[in-house]
């Protein structure tokens, strides 16, 4: 526990629970409820688990222990129905988690705020992502990326990684397994930067909250050693890989870190990757008029990705203030797309989410700053 802010009990698992009432003298059973009052109820405060003896939940507080879920500062509604959350931890530090629903009515706006019936479909929509974030800030320093101007503050905890997902579901009133919901850790910070608190994050939101790792993708800017490793896990998520180039010199060029691992040394460890059954890598390609996006770049990536299973997302470069690149014309990035699926790789464009309200790839910096910093 010593490592534990504020001796938080949401971020701990099944052993770490054990140990925690076996300590304080307990029976083990009681480590299960604390976990469904956590994880399952989504319970915020100690003082409100009902399943415990009043005794207990005043000896567990006289330990110093607490839930303490983040909370949420701020909200903005997108007109697609994005919501972007702006999640702020008792140290002050904060991120951005985004709620996305899709299907049927879910581009009706703000409507998901609203009823309280189980069925998704009442809601206006009938699946839904959160789009997660693994670090205050990035260090990565992506040349398009918004977040990359932040630098890194700090890594989150794994308490802190589920807990925005447990804020969210709680907010839009829905709950796992029954209701639909994909987790992408494609928000602020480089997950396999902060490796171990964000597998832990995984494993509890596996089995403890009830998301099924197949509804859940970890995109990665290919940082290659924890590939590796990852691919060795028994339980994760699906990969995505950020290319967002195809040669070295233009990916040196807007992701610094290829300096350090290649396009050899990445396509390699994604070749290596130990795909199961039906799996596919995902290569994501942020489009930069003039820059990556001609049909030239795109027979790059073809022989790239010869004899990988893989699939392609495009994603049209989302603007922002201080990122000096502009967006490719709609037949510049139909062209791109069109020379990958002749070659028989699937490539989707990616329609951009919560533009309006800054809630896209690449545009999640804590509001905060948008507001107050002079754009660089
Ligand atoms: N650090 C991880 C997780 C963040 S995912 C990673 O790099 O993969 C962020 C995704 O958004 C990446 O695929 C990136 O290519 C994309 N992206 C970043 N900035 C963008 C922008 N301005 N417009 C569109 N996509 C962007």
């Given amino acids: 526990m010593t490592h534990l802010a504020h001796n938080s009990l949401l971020g701990l698992d099944r052993g770490e ?20 009052a956590i994880y399952r109820k989504r319970v915020e405060s100690i003082d409100q688990v009902s399943t415990l003896p009043q005794p207990l939940r005043v000896k567990l507080m006289g330990e110093g222990c607490s839930i303490s879920p983040p909370a949420v500062e701020k909200r903005f ?12 931890f008792p140290d002050g530090q904060s991120v951005e988690t985004v709620w996305m629903p899709e ?5 009706a706006g703000d409507g998901t705020e609203a009823g309280d019936s189980s069925q998704n479909g009442s809601r206006g929509w009938d699946r839904a992502t959160i789009c997660v974030s693994s670090q205050v800030g990035c260090a990565v320093d992506c040349q398009f990326c918004l977040t990359a101007l932040l630098g890194v503050k700090r890594n989150l905890t794994a308490g802190e990684i589920v807990g925005q997902v447990l804020r969210v579901l709680t907010d839009q009133n829905v709950s796992p ?15 396999f930067l902060n490796y171990d608190n964000f597998m832990k994050a995984v494993r509890l939101l596996v089995e403890e909250v009830g998301i099924a790792e197949s509804r859940m993708t970890v995109s990665t800017a ?15 998520p699906k990969l995505a890989i950020s290319l967002n180039a195809s040669n070295d010199e233009t990916r040196t060029r807007l992701m610094p870190i290829n300096r350090k691992w290649s396009l050899d040394s990445l396509i390699a ?28 770049n795109a027979e790059e990536v073809v022989a790239l990705l010869r004899g990988l299973r893989s699939k392609v997302n495009l ?29 028989g790789i699937p490539t989707f464009v990616r329609r951009p989410r919560g533009r309006d309200i800054f809630a896209a790839c690449g545009q999640l910096k804590r509001t905060v700053e948008i507001a107050t910093s002079p754009i660089p």
């Fill in 222 to 236: 290919g940082i290659v050693p924890r590939i590796h490793d990852f691919g060795l896990e028994v339980i994760r």
């Fill in 17 to 36: 629970l054990v140990s925690l009432v076996e300590r304080i003298g307990e029976p083990t059973y009681r480590a299960q409820q604390l976990l469904d």
């Fill in 177 to 191: 397994p029954q209701d639909r919901v994909n987790l992408a850790f494609m928000g602020m910070g480089e997950p």
């Fill in 269 to 296: 460890a994604a070749r290596d990757f130990p795909l199961r059954n039906r799996e596919r890598i995902t290569f994501e390609y942020v489009l930069l008029n003039g820059v990556n996006d001609d049909t030239t």
């Fill in 103 to 107: 299907g049927d009515g879910g581009e």
């Fill in 77 to 88: 509604v997108s007109k697609d129905g994005t919501v972007r959350y702006l999640i702020a």
């Fill in 315 to 343: 994603i049209a470069l989302n603007p922002g203030p201080g990122i000096d690149f502009s967006i490719p014309a709609a037949d510049r990035v139909s062209a791109f797309q069109n020379v990958l699926i002749k070659s």
